[in-house]
């Protein structure tokens, strides 16, 4: 039996036209007046009625244009913020807009989350809207809220006691993935390699870092150690392609924090080198930045100069040209400022350091602030080989050790021993 007010809302739902167009377009808050638009719920306790009701009409996602708040410089809402566009268009089913208060909020939480919010509410901050949304995806309790709302979604009729089992599922596996990143971060930062030769955890042998402290935890932790007596083929996240994945995840928000940092700071330097991996095509590529600190009201206090490194980027063209417009699009995509740049540490070769036709020189064409300071690790280095070579002792030993080798023949050992005794001196 509904209530007045459900029979009202069913009556709104039935009756509902969409105004036809005139001459004159008409204004989305006037097309878009529906009865599962959140404005017309303030102050109203949802019950399950209600709920299936908002929910079978599903989202409100109105089309554009929007009308534009002049207190947040003229911004407003926008289609664009429904589609995450970082790996290709994926929709945010969970995000909608309500133009009765011209705002958005999340619809999972709006009816299913056990803490309110502005995202439950309506959330008006357009400038920070694209930060909001990020936060909000990877939220606790919008996670728990989207659990609950695909149930209902696969038209399940949901009680109390199972609600509250899925979120005591989502609950566990939060806390699985916890201790899962705290062990690859301690490895991690401990310069420590997480797999082994095999990752069957059925049989004996060396498993890996990664799993060996799994094991180790579970001995006193229940949570892993529930994860660990699961079946075989049971989902347990600790698979090499789930360990990939968390890696990237950790390297994605260690470099997103890196570059708010750089886009922060007032200047930088470049510090670029190309290093060889087994296929001869990386590059490696490294950003020196002011770090300045601020006190209480805002105020500057120190400066710290801080080296990070941003990743390695295939090489497919060596010349001066090709490598400033890798550059260029690099911080492109990263969304730093060349203009920023002042400071250029490279090698001494002529594509690198040359003074008309190089890197350093078309960079500071583009940014005359940029004054190029040959690398001092590379003057250490040069140092260093020249010093070996003009000491006579050197030599001497050099010499002494080609004869053993001439005298022991053939051995692979001994020839692995030269050229290993070789390339440690050279790298002295």
């Known amino acids: 039996m509904l209530t007045h007010d459900e029979s009202n809302i069913m009556t709104t739902v039935s009756n509902e036209k969409l105004i036809t167009p005139t001459t004159k377009e008409p204004l989305v808050s006037e097309v878009f007046k529906m009865s599962n638009d959140l404005g017309n719920f303030i102050n109203k306790k949802l019950n399950d009625t209600y709920k299936r009701l908002i929910f079978d009409m599903g989202p409100l996602k109105p089309p554009g244009p929007f009308p534009k708040d002049p207190h947040q410089g003229n911004m407003s809402f926008s289609e664009s913020y429904i589609f ?152 347990r996240y600790l698979s090499p392609t789930v360990q990939n994945e968390m890696i990237e995840c950790i390297g994605n928000t260690l470099e997103g924090h890196l ?39 805002g105020q500057p206090v120190d400066i710290k100069v801080k080296e990070v490194f941003l990743g390695f980027y295939a090489v497919t063209k060596h010349s001066a040209v090709d490598l400033v417009k890798q550059v260029i699009t690099l911080f492109s995509h990263k969304n730093l400022d060349l203009k920023k740049c002042v400071g250029q540490g490279y090698d001494g070769a002529s594509v690198m350091s040359g003074r008309y036709n190089s890197v350093q020189k078309h960079i500071k064409d583009i940014q005359p602030n940029a004054e190029y300071v ?55």
């Open 374 to 428: 040959h690398c001092a690790s590379h003057n250490f280095n040069l140092v260093i080989n020249d010093a070996v070579h003009g000491c006579m002792e050197i030599q001497h030993f050099f010499i002494t050790l080609q004869e053993l080798y001439n005298f022991l023949g053939n051995s692979i050992n001994a020839r692995i021993c030269y050229q290993n005794l070789q390339a440690n001196l050279k790298s002295l």
């Open 259 to 297: 570059l708010e940092n750089i886009r922060a700071s007032p200047f930088f330097a470049i510090i670029m080198d190309t290093t060889q991996d087994i296929g001869k095509v990386d590059q490696l590529s490294i950003v020196r930045y002011a770090a300045i600190s601020r006190s209480e009201n």
């Open 84 to 235: 995450q566009t970082k790996y290709g268009p994926v929709n945010r089913f969970w995000l909608c807009y309500y133009p009765l208060l011209d705002a958005t909020y999340c619809q999972p939480c709006w009816l299913f989350s056990l803490q309110r919010s502005t995202w439950c509410t309506g959330l008006r901050d357009w400038k920070h809207l694209s930060e909001r949304i990020k936060e909000h995806g990877f939220s606790k309790n919008h996670i728990e809220a989207c659990a609950v709302y695909e149930m209902w979604q696969k038209n399940i009729n949901i009680d109390k006691d199972l609600e509250n089992q899925i979120r005591k599922e989502a609950s566990f596996w939060r806390m699985v993935l916890q201790r899962l990143f705290d062990i690859i971060i301690t490895l991690a930062t401990n310069s420590l390699a997480l797999k082994g030769h095999w990752e069957d955890l059925s049989l004996e042998g060396y498993h890996g870092n990664f799993l060996s402290v799994v094991q180790l935890v579970s001995r006193y932790d229940q949570v892993l150690n529930q994860v660990l007596e699961m079946p075989k083929g049971s989902t």
